[in-house]
């Protein structure tokens, strides 16, 4: 168990660093409508690559890493649960047909499951991750800085809000990972054993490479609205009880973003997620079944 948990670290953290600076693209954009909202600004829009040109501009190549410690903390807590609790689901509670096939419906209370309770456990790191995101683009308005580093965020969010403040925006952040997972592992885990029961290829590296792209655009689809939300929602500032200023809930946020910005807004970002998640799952599903083969464990 443990084992299987380090190698899955191991695996995120590798996808996480060549992927981060389109996660980073993606928080920027699914911001910037509310902040033109705010000051009746539509200037403030901009397309994936014009924000990326825009960070490294303004505020320098490094800064399209901003926020990757917090990011590696989040995938040792999120990555570990969750396959852990996957995998022991698959093949302890629900338990695999003989043939090795696993039903759909399955896959997807698993996958839905594990991702949501894998993110409730990391909620805390991915709500430093998202404000230290923003700092970047909040010095540029003219705004003072609200955090340095990932640990004074954990500071400044304690001192503000309790322990409870450490788990703001939980419920988006647990719904986006539960449709993450939906789309990722389920859909990995389906697709595989598919192409593996219905054609002549064997479990290579041919077949992860197929698997991981259908896993990395279905979760893109998926989570994409819950993500704006999440960011939305743990980046807006609170008051002394630690209580959102913009919104209420995660309802709240959809019904605003949706009402002032238009359905469509539940999508900003999803071209920058979709080009992050398809690399990411390629990295993560390629590196994660080669370290598990190359360490005698078997295949996932």
């Known amino acids: 168990m443990w084992f299987k ?30 902040i033109a909202s705010s000051k009746g600004d539509a200037g403030s829009y901009r397309g994936m690559l014009k924000t990326a040109v825009g960070i490294v501009k303004e505020e320098g190549l490094i800064r399209l890493w901003q926020g990757i410690t917090p990011a590696i903390y989040r995938h040792a807590i999120y990555t570990g649960v969750r396959f852990g609790a996957y995998e022991k689901m698959r093949d302890n509670v629900f338990k695999k047909n003989p043939d090795g ?27 430093v991750k998202v404000q230290i995101q923003m700092e970047g683009k909040r010095r540029l308005e003219g705004k003072p800085p609200r955090v340095k580093n990932a640990f004074h965020a954990f500071q400044q969010i304690m001192k503000q809000g309790g322990i409870r403040g450490l788990w703001k925006g939980w419920v988006p952040n647990v719904q986006r990972a539960a449709l993450v997972n939906l789309g990722d592992l389920t859909t990995y885990d389906t697709a595989k054993r598919y192409i593996l029961r219905n054609s002549q290829l064997k479990d290579t590296s041919l077949v992860h490479i197929m698997s991981s792209m259908c896993a990395g655009l279905v979760g893109a689809i998926m989570a994409t609205p819950a993500d704006v939300i999440k960011t939305r929602v743990m980046n807006q500032p609170t008051d002394e009880r630690g209580r959102g200023l913009y919104y209420k809930s995660s309802i709240d946020c959809f019904l605003k973003t949706a009402q002032q910005e238009g359905f469509l807004a539940m999508y900003k970002g999803f071209f920058p997620a979709w080009i992050r998640m398809g690399p990411w799952s390629l990295c993560f599903w390629l590196s994660y079944e080669k370290i598990r083969k190359a360490m005698g464990t078997a295949a996932f």
């Open 5 to 34: 948990y380090i190698l899955s670290v191991i695996s995120a953290t590798i996808a996480e660093g060549a992927t981060y600076p389109l996660d980073l693209i993606k928080t920027r954009l699914q911001i910037q409508g509310e």
């Open 101 to 127: 096939s696993y039903s759909l419906w399955k896959a997807a209370i698993g996958g839905m499951s594990a991702g949501a309770l894998g993110q409730f456990m990391a909620s805390p790191t991915d709500l």
